[in-house]
């Protein structure tokens, strides 16, 4: 996964003009009155990266781990009006290792949207797509149980309508796909439609209501679960709201005899101050397109804070841990139990410093452990140990 501080958004160019509302027209087919304001914001940013890695997969003379030199450029594109927002980007990593001489070509990309239909309807959307050599860089754990590469895709669609000054309903859809570029394995997907209802009983609090159906594919096998969860939603203090979401999942695999309920909860809690910024998530559900099979359960943790010290000096730490095992509740019999169980964690700090508005320096620490196999009885170490220094540079 990726860790670090974003680079801001100083310096980046703006462009105005009417040829550039003519290009926004026909890409984005956006109304006219939308058309008079919009602004492009072309962003650019490279990352050049000097590492040392002792992860054992990476072929012959890597024990002991070797110095690595990776070059990150990344270009983007904002398109922005009173109503709509548009954040477009394209990243690839190139990665060097100087002991084993071999050399990695990874490849990202995606896009935010967000439209203000009306004073009560607003559409948003997204999109990531992402080809790795490094399974552990995808933004979802659970996903590295192999050495290939990995292609990993996600989409997600969200309708918003203000029923009442105090209701709104949701409607949302999500799609995942996965694929172990390796011989013999196939592409695993999963589609979530859902709606949800949420209630503002109070300045403070929400109370919320959703039903899910999810679709996994995988291998010509279908399976299937229906959930109704309930929710809960506190503002703590003006920077700080607390989540929590429960209720029972119905799985439904084509063998009817393997089939039966598990709980969902999850439990969000997430602060965006001045100077700081923390979310820490937990939690128990269902989930698929794991690339190895259908749908399986899973137990997930995060933590993330960063925190201004000054307008130069800032420090950043992660950390997440997970466990997966069969669908709907296979191999849960004890908690330390790692038998045809997925686990593992990543942690991992930093510090930058901005050397100027375009220019930051970064230094950063990441383990990251991966054990077992959700689908084997074989149990396979993935560990690893970075240790990184980084120069960010925004020209625009």
């Not at 159906?213 to 096998?221: H, M, R, S």
């Amino acid at each position: 996964m990726e860790t670090g501080v974003g680079v801001g958004r100083d310096g980046r160019a703006t462009v105005r003009g009417n040829w550039k509302r003519a290009v926004i027209a026909g890409c984005l087919i956006a109304a006219p009155a939308a058309q008079a304001a919009t602004i492009l914001e072309p962003r650019l940013r490279i990352t050049a990266e000097e590492r040392f890695d002792n992860d054992l997969r990476l072929g012959a003379n890597a024990a002991g781990g070797q110095f690595m030199t990776k070059l990150s450029p990344r270009l983007g594109l904002d398109v922005k009006n009173e109503q709509l927002t548009l954040d477009t980007f394209y990243a690839t990593d190139l990665l060097a290792r100087h002991g084993s001489g071999k050399t990695t070509l990874d490849h990202r990309g995606g896009f935010g949207f967000r439209d203000v239909l009306s004073r009560r309807l607003r559409l948003d959307a997204s999109a990531k797509a992402f080809r790795v050599t490094d399974p552990t860089s995808l933004p979802r754990d659970g996903l590295a149980r192999s050495t290939s590469p990995t292609f990993y895709a996600q989409t997600k669609v969200g309708l918003t309508g203000r029923v009442t000054e105090r209701m709104d309903v949701r409607g949302n859809y999500s799609f995942e796909a996965t694929r172990i570029i390796e011989p013999g394995r196939e592409a695993g997907y999963a589609h979530t439609p859902s709606v949800e209802l949420w209630y503002r009983s109070t300045r403070r609090l929400s109370l919320g209501a959703e039903y899910r159906y999810q679709g996994f594919l995988y291998a010509g096998d279908y399976s299937q679960a229906h959930g109704a969860s309930a929710a809960l939603r506190y503002r703590l203090s003006r920077p700080t709201t607390l989540t929590v979401k429960g209720g029972p999942v119905r799985y439904l695999p084509s063998d009817a005899s393997r089939g039966g309920w598990l709980p969902r909860v999850s439990l969000e809690l997430m602060r965006e101050g001045e100077r700081s910024e923390v979310a820490f998530a937990i939690g128990h559900d269902l989930v698929g397109a794991s690339g190895f099979s259908g749908a399986v359960w899973a137990d997930f943790a995060s933590l993330m804070a960063a925190h201004r010290f000054t307008a130069k000096l800032s420090a950043f730490g992660v950390a997440s841990f997970f466990r997966n095992g069969a669908a709907p509740a296979e191999n849960y019999t004890q908690w330390r139990n790692t038998t045809n169980v997925s686990q593992g964690y990543a942690v991992g700090g930093g510090v930058e410093y901005r050397l100027s508005r375009k220019l930051a320096l970064q230094g950063a620490v990441d383990r990251i452990a991966q054990v077992g196999a959700a689908d084997t009885a074989a149990a396979g170490d993935l560990t690893r140990n970075v240790f990184a220094l980084r120069l960010v540079m925004t020209p625009w």
